[in-house]
Structures are given as C-alpha cells and as structure tokens.
C-alpha cells in the first residue's frame, strides 16, 4: 500500500482524513442508507442541507449560494470533483440550448451542440477536458500569463474568435490552486467576462478551496460572486476521506430540471415537497457522505480547521525557504498555500534522475509535472500527512540534496 498520509508523502495532493470522519464513514455502512430521495432516508438529505450551508458559511460563500437565503441556490456533496464539473457542464449546455431554441426555433439540439465550445486554461486540470470528451463538447484550453494564470482579456479574445467562426461560447471553470502549481486564475476578471457574455462561470477549487475558511486567504475566493457554480473537495483538504466533494449550485431550480426525473416507483406525496438530491448528480444510490462532515466539523470546530490548514501553508514556506537558500534549485511560483513547485537548476534528464534517486530510495516519495504553457518540467512538493512537522520537512530535504549531490557529482566526474 502506498502510504498517503505518511509525513513524509509529498505527492499528488492530501487526502485529508481523520478519527471522526472514518468513524462516521463506518456508521454510514451501518446504516445502509441509500440516500437517492428525501424519504428514502430524511437525515440524510437534511443534514447534506445542513452540511452544505455551513461550510459555505465558513467560507463566506455568497448567500444566494446558500438554501438558508431561501432563495433557488443550494449545495450538494458529489463523489468527485470531476462528477461536479461534468454536471455543471452538463447544466449550462441545457441552459443554453434552451435559450437559443427560444430563438432559433428552427435550431435542433444537435446543430446547436455542435456548435458550442467551452473554455478552460492550459493549466486546469484534465477533469475539465474529460468532462467534454464525456459529453462530446468542445473544450478549448487557454493561454496562461508568467503566474500560470488565466486572465480575463485571454477569454474575451476567445470568445470573440469564436463567435466570428459561427460557434456558441456557454462555459468557463476557472481553476483556483491548480494541480500542476497551485497557481490561481483571475476569477474576478474572468467572472466580469462572463457575465457580460452571459456565460456560465464555474470555479474549481478542489484543494485550495479549503484554505479559503481561513481569513487571510479568503481573498483568493474573491470573484466567487460571478460563479454560477463553485466546489471544493473536503476529501482533500479538510480532513473528510474520499470521497467527498462539495458543490454549490446558484439557480439550482433551473439547472437541475433537465435531469429531474421521478419513476412511478419513486412517487411518494411527500416528496412532491422535498429536495431529491438524486437530481443533482450521475449516481441515483449516494452514500450518507454528510455524516463525515458532520462528524468532522463537530470535532475540529472551524478554529481546528484552520489551524490543520495554516500549518500545512506555514510547512511549505520553511521547504520553500530550504529550496530557495540552495543555489542549486529554483522555485518556479510564490507559495500560497501548501504546494511547493521547485526543480534543479539543469536540465529535465537531470531533475527526472533526481526524482527516480529520490522515490527508488522509497523513505520520500515525489512526483513531477510539466506546466503545459511552458513545457516546463516541474518536481511538486506537496505537505499531505494530517501529522507533518517540520522535522519531517527537514528530512525529505535532506532526501532530496542527497539525490542532488549524486547527479550532480555524477555530471562533474
Ligand atoms: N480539480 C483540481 C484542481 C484537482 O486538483 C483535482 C485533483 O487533483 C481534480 C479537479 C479532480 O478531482 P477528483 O479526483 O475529485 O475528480
């Protein structure tokens, strides 16, 4: 088994778990409670609701994002980030079809599909493009600028482009911590551009969006009130095991009726009232997923949260600092949050012989990427262990100047 959440685990991203969540994960199996309508299991579809608006009061969601403004928006967990975003592409196409056949009467649905194109940056991740491949429309991936970032006039020109070709703009993700460096687009800029375009706006932010709990960190969430629709994992970073995906949708009324589907086996007078979170999503059996959250956000209280998140930010300044103090190494982007994008100052052959050095000695373990706007060979430093110290820091550095040494001392023999 690969041990994830080692200390000393650096690769891919946290997979944040904890006492409390395994526990409630548990009595999830327990209870064998298929949650696919209000009925078929109330507490879950209410403590989901529950669930839902907490978090996004923690993270200072917009209030039309909340089902607490009694108004048509609301959260849902989702197994993935992946399955979130397929669903809000899948969203906005009917949203759009619609719109357009109000005018084009003559339009059918498959000259209108071929026609639409969605855009995301090179830089977000490879969900964005599998949700097109899935449901057959076009992804167009975008330019980034020197910080990895999407910027709004890079969309416009876009959009422009592609309108004069005769095509249908209707989507955007715009991804904040992207995988590759935890880079964040221009949500703000993005957002304005597509509300003047009148597109859907969502935003990805499966790992970072967890920090966003913590005020000083809040301001990269800022924008977040131009999205249609905007997730976070907290099965990455907020201590809840997979799966577990948080996903908030503002006009859920709309966005969900294309999918909304009640069988006469389903037909009970008192969900005529309720909300059905089978409607939201691919799978039509969920699991009791708010239990975890629950079990978590009672355990830590937010103060918990934050402090969980603050040191892993504050663990990746001080590896940050060890890499930028070696004249040897370069840091490819300010750390924000707890991803540390680095590499050898040499060549790609020469920072891949590190890394295979590095993970063949298996007390660390690392992986590398290429920033597809540079075609830049990156090694990705990721603080992941729920119970990282510094000390741990300190050795994987150590792991890592020890594989330097020998390819670098291997180059001057
Ligand atoms: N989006 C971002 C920014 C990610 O970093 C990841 C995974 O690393 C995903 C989406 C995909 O997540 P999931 O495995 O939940 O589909």
């Excluded at 709004?152 to 249908?168: K, N, P, S, V």
């Excluded at 008192?270 to 909300?275: D, K, R, S, Y």
């Excluded at 052959?349 to 298996?362: F, H, P």
């Amino acid at each position: 088994i690969v041990h994830w959440n080692s200390p000393r685990f650096h690769s891919y991203l946290p997979a944040g778990n904890c006492f409390p969540a395994i526990c409630a994960d548990m009595l999830s199996g327990v209870f064998c409670n298929i949650g696919f309508s209000w009925s078929a299991c109330p507490a879950s579809t209410d403590l989901e609701m529950v669930m839902l608006d907490w978090l996004g009061k923690m993270l200072q969601l917009p209030q039309d994002f909340l089902f607490s403004s009694n108004g048509t928006g609301g959260g849902v967990i989702q197994s993935s980030a992946s399955e979130s975003t397929l669903m809000a592409l899948l969203s906005a196409r009917e949203k759009t079809i619609s719109c357009i056949q109000t005018m084009k009467k003559d339009w059918s649905r498959g000259m209108i599909t071929d026609k639409l194109v969605y855009y995301a940056s090179t830089e977000a991740h490879c969900s964005v493009e599998k949700a097109g491949l899935l449901s057959g429309l076009t992804c167009r991936l975008l330019p980034t600028d020197a910080a990895f970032s999407l910027q709004g006039d890079i969309l416009q020109a876009a959009i422009d482009e592609d309108r004069t070709l005769g095509f249908i703009p209707f989507f955007v993700v715009g991804t904040l911590g992207t995988t590759n460096s935890c880079a964040f687009d221009n949500v703000d800029k993005l957002g304005e551009v597509c509300k003047k375009e009148n597109l859907w706006f969502h935003i990805d932010a499966a790992y970072a969006g967890a920090a966003f709990i913590c005020p000083e960190f809040r301001y990269l969430l800022n924008g977040v009130e131009y999205a249609d629709s905007f997730l976070l994992c907290p099965a990455k970073w907020l201590l809840t095991n997979h799966d577990c995906c948080a996903m908030w949708i503002k006009d859920r009324e709309n966005a969900l009726k294309p999918f909304s589907i009640t069988p006469a086996y389903l037909k009970e007078d008192v969900e005529e009232q309720t909300l059905n979170y089978r409607n939201w999503g691919i799978t039509f059996g969920r699991k009791f997923r708010s239990l975890k959250m629950w079990f978590v956000f009672r355990m830590f209280g937010v103060r918990g949260l934050q402090t969980y998140i603050r040191k892993h930010v504050s663990l990746a300044h001080e590896f940050e600092n060890l890499v930028k103090n070696d004249h040897r190494f370069e840091v490819l982007l300010p750390v924000v949050l707890g991803v540390v994008c680095f590499r050898l100052k040499g060549s790609e052959a020469q920072n891949e012989e590190m890394l295979s050095v590095i993970n063949k000695r298996g007390k660390i373990t690392l992986k590398s990427s290429r920033i597809r706007s540079r075609d830049l060979y990156v090694i990705r430093f990721v603080v992941c262990g729920k119970d990282t110290e510094s000390e741990d820091i300190l050795f994987s550095w150590r792991e890592i100047c020890l594989a330097a040494n020998k390819i670098l001392n291997s180059k001057n023999e």
